[in-house]
């Protein structure tokens, strides 16, 4: 295949559904390992941050979605609107340029939705102790002063000049993308318009500073009222009513890539059963075909596992749940279609099992589940490789890898 590693590290674009790097495709194989910029605060815990990106680099993974948010939490990277902890800051800037060492991009998030490192409820806390009226935490998306805290911290973060590279977050090639925020919701109106509202004012003023990256929402993927025919893919009937709108959401001008989850444990049943992967299935191919026909975008599919504390859990589930993932974008990326990759969560190193949430990979620990990352990446590494975009999958001819990049069994 010959050696990759020389080509110009430059920034992730999309044509069309696929996204490209130096005019060739790249299709992605990642991972979640959201508390790197935390355990890079502190010189003990520092090591972890190469440890991870070391490991994902050894079976091929080439981007990782991470929290580049800490709220007036412990170790809080805004302590509070506006005011910030440089160490913090500069435990970011190490995540960045580690990273770049190990040819892996990040995509990072900008804040939650839970109150996991402060998230819209830290915000609306602030509100409140600056005198505001403020009755629910979805007034993060609809208060203007909320609304500017969000802003002007987005814009602190976008011009921030790393420390270790000498390069602004905003020009720096090694960020995949923007997320505005880890899994929006608005359940105090289900109508969607007030988070539809925040969405377009935010990805608007995202790319008003930083139109080189491509930037997200950072969405479950639940559909909504503007599409009442596609509410049957929902895992639920309570997932249409919390506020986001698959189809509409991704309509607004300046989102670049569609985002979708994958939860049927906790969605659907916490005691494992084949209808885990019935539901992966038809949940991943309604947003492929969404995101080609009506949002001409690709799809990544951001967070994707099964947790160890579920009932009838095992491994040989885990590695099955995972090849029908891969499987599904395989395909996809076979026609040319809009699946455009997806992350695992979550990847942890050795030493770090007190923060395992139940869904912790440790590649060491794990070589069955290893081997099959490790396989899907060596396939997409191909086909992005062998794969020019003037080409634009049309000339059908039969190559010898297609046995290999294709094959059904996984």
């Known amino acids: 295949m010959g050696d990759l590693g020389d080509e110009p590290w430059t920034m992730v674009q999309k044509k069309g559904n696929q996204f490209v790097v130096n005019d060739k495709p790249f299709y992605v194989n990642g991972f979640n390992t959201y508390w790197l910029m935390v355990f890079a605060v502190d010189p003990s815990t520092r090591g ?10 050894s079976v091929g993974l080439t981007v990782c979605r991470t929290w ?3 709220d ?8 509070s609107p506006s005011v910030y902890d440089e160490e913090v800051f500069k435990a970011l800037d190490f995540v960045l340029s580690e990273a770049r060492k190990y040819k892996i991009r990040l995509i990072l998030s900008l804040s939650n939705n839970w109150e996991g490192y ?76 007030k988070l539809q509202s925040w969405i377009q004012e935010m990805t608007v003023y ?39 709108d698959f189809i509409r959401n991704h309509l607004a001008l300046g989102v670049d890539f569609a985002s979708v989850h994958i939860y049927a444990d906790s969605w659907i049943s916490q005691s494992i059963t084949d209808a885990h992967l019935d539901f992966t299935k038809s949940w991943m191919q309604a947003h492929i075909e969404d995101s080609e026909n009506y949002l001409g975008m690709p799809v990544v599919f951001g967070e994707f596992g099964v947790s160890s504390k579920d009932n009838g859990y ?34 942890f190193p ?14 060491s620990k794990s070589p069955s589940t290893s081997n099959v990352i490790a396989l899907q990446s060596t396939r997409l590494m191909m086909f992005n490789s062998m794969c020019a975009w003037n080409c634009r999958w049309s000339c059908h001819k039969k190559h010898p890898l297609d ?4 094959h059904d069994d996984l």
């Open 118 to 193: 402060g998230g819209k409820a830290q915000y609306v806390k602030w509100g409140k102790e600056a005198g505001l009226n403020l009755t629910s935490d979805d007034d993060f998306f609809s208060h203007p002063t909320l609304r500017s805290y969000y802003k002007a911290n987005v814009k602190t973060v976008l011009n921030r000049v790393n420390t270790f590279t000498n390069i602004t977050y905003k020009e720096d090639p090694t960020i995949f993308a923007w997320e505005l925020m880890n899994e929006p919701r608005c359940t105090s109106d289900p109508t969607g318009d």
């Open 48 to 57: 972890k941050v190469s440890e991870v990106f070391q490991q994902a680099a």
């Open 206 to 244: 995202v790319k008003s500073m930083d139109p080189k990256h491509l930037l997200e929402i950072g969405l479950e993927g639940f559909y909504g009222p503007s599409t009442p025919d596609k509410v049957k893919f929902n895992p639920n009937t309570y997932a249409q009513q919390v506020g986001t």
């Open 68 to 70: 580049a948010f800490n």
């Open 72 to 79: 007036g939490q412990w170790r809080a990277l805004q302590k």
């Open 350 to 363: 050795d030493g770090a099992d007190y923060m395992d949430d139940g869904y912790a990979i440790v590649l």
């Open 314 to 347: 095992n491994s040989s589930f885990r590695d099955t749940l995972i090849s029908t993932v891969y499987k599904i974008l395989l395909n996809s990326t076979k026609k040319g279609g809009s699946g455009a990759g997806s992350l695992l969560w979550q990847l």
């Open 403 to 406: 046995a290999f990049l294709f």
